[in-house]
């Protein structure tokens, strides 16, 4: 008898040692669920201009944004894709008429930045099954030469041709862009005169894309147009300032 009841006390032990051991990885589970997650690193929220940016906790940031839709990010990248297919326009009138080998040369930097930046900004509207603006139809600027010789901007064909947006006139909400009128006389100048007027009309033109840019950047959510948009900022502020010295040197 004295070895059963040994043999049972050890069950009994055992037994009881196991529910102990179950209750308490239960209780620990319960307080690891019962933690508050992890917020993650804190956020840099952009700030206006001549405004230091701030430094929130995640939380913070995503309730000091408003709830949008990606329609805005879209909005910004159509207009931002006219934007810079006009630049593009402008920089075809250069091929012809710069006479500076800077004027010429920074003409060259603007349209290889910013045909790449309407593809990237295309693919993202694409990828989302998005509205596209139509291709800008580039090129018969009077004696422009051949229309043919710019196929890499697609096609440049009117001088306004925006497809549904029309003409340049209509972009009356899109800062910077040049009227229908101020194009067509950019295309008439040459030499000198055209130097000096593109680096106006240019100048002004980026100036716009900046502050859309800047806009976007205060209110967008999405980490790829957040990219893009900074790059614009990078890229054309650089520009800017090229321009600026140049302008000064002609004067």
Same mark, same amino acid.
């Given at each position: 008898? /004295? #070895? ?13 040692s ?12 319960? #307080?690891?669920? @019962?933690?508050? =997650?992890?917020?993650g690193?804190?956020?840099?929220? =952009? ?10 906790d ?15 990010e ?10 810079? @297919? ?8 250069? @091929? ?16 290889? #930045?910013?045909?790449p ?16 603006? @139509? ?28 497809g549904?947006?029309?003409g ?6 899109? =800062?910077?862009? /040049?009227?229908?009128?101020?194009? /067509? ?5 040459a ?10 009309l ?44 140049? #302008?000064?040197?002609?004067?």
């Amino acid at each position: 008898m /004295a #070895a059963g009841s040994t043999s049972t006390r050890y069950r009994l032990r055992a037994g009881t040692s196991a529910v102990l051991a179950a209750a308490v990885l239960s209780g620990c589970s319960a #307080a690891e669920s @019962e933690r508050e =997650p992890d917020p993650g690193p804190p956020v840099v929220l =952009p700030g206006s201009p001549g405004e230091e940016p701030q430094v929130v906790d995640p939380e913070s940031a995503t309730a000091d944004r408003p709830q949008r839709t990606p329609e805005v990010e879209a909005e910004y990248l159509r207009g931002m894709i006219r934007h810079h @297919e006009q630049a593009l326009q402008m920089t075809d009138l250069a @091929e012809d008429r710069a006479q500076h080998p800077q004027v010429r040369a920074l003409s060259e930097r603007i349209a290889a #930045a910013q045909g790449p930046e309407i593809g990237a900004m295309r693919g993202w509207l694409g990828a989302r099954d998005l509205p596209q603006p @139509e291709a800008a139809q580039h090129g018969e600027h009077g004696d422009h030469g051949d229309p043919g010789a710019h196929g890499e901007h697609g096609g440049h064909g009117e001088h306004g041709g925006h497809g549904e947006h029309g003409g340049h006139g209509e972009h009356g909400d899109m =800062p910077g862009m /040049a009227t229908d009128q101020q194009l /067509a006389e950019l295309a008439d100048f040459a030499g000198t005169d055209f130097d000096g007027r593109f680096l106006q009309l240019m100048t002004a033109h980026h100036e716009g894309a900046i502050r859309m840019a800047t806009d976007l950047l205060s209110t967008g959510r999405d980490e790829q147009v957040h990219a893009m948009a900074q790059d614009v900022l990078v890229t054309q502020r650089s520009e800017i300032g090229a321009m600026q010295e140049l #302008a000064a040197e002609l004067r």
